[in-house]
């Protein structure tokens, strides 16, 4: 079992950053992939930036190189980095870990264990 708790969201101006933040814990914590999912009113959760044990990662394209992902090993903390915001971001964004798969998966349905997410708003 894994437990998985994610913080930092809020409200920024479009153009603007902020840093969501996901501990892990549990039995299993240290050997499991790991990525963001966002969404929106209305629409299906989306897989945005997901993380292997290995360190591979994948994005989805609308958050490409403006949105990171990573991850502090020493306390066990993913992070998501998201820059250059834009009013379409707003949703409820979550964490969530599942199989330590080789290669990334941004399939929401391929995780498991869940935060209970933390809105981030943009404004125009």
């Known amino acids: 079992q894994v437990q998985v708790e994610e913080s930092g969201g809020g409200s920024v101006q479009a153009g603007g950053s902020l840093r969501l933040s996901c501990t892990a814990s549990?039995?299993?914590?240290?050997?499991?992939?790991m990525g963001w999912f966002r969404q929106a009113p209305g629409k299906e959760r989306q897989g945005l930036a997901v993380?292997?044990?290995?360190?591979?990662?994948a994005y989805a394209d609308s958050v490409k190189d403006r949105f990171t992902i990573s991850q502090d090993n020493t306390n066990r903390t993913l992070y998501l980095q998201m820059n250059s915001l834009k009013p379409e971001d707003t949703a409820v964004y979550y964490c969530?870990?599942?199989?330590?798969?080789?290669?990334?998966?941004?399939?929401?349905?391929?995780?498991?264990?869940w935060g209970q997410g933390t809105q981030v708003a943009v404004s125009s």
């Open positions: 549990g039995s299993t914590s240290s050997a499991v992939s």
């Open positions: 993380m292997t044990t290995n360190g591979r990662t």
């Open positions: 969530a870990a599942g199989p330590n798969y080789i290669f990334p998966q941004t399939d929401p349905q391929k995780y498991y264990y």
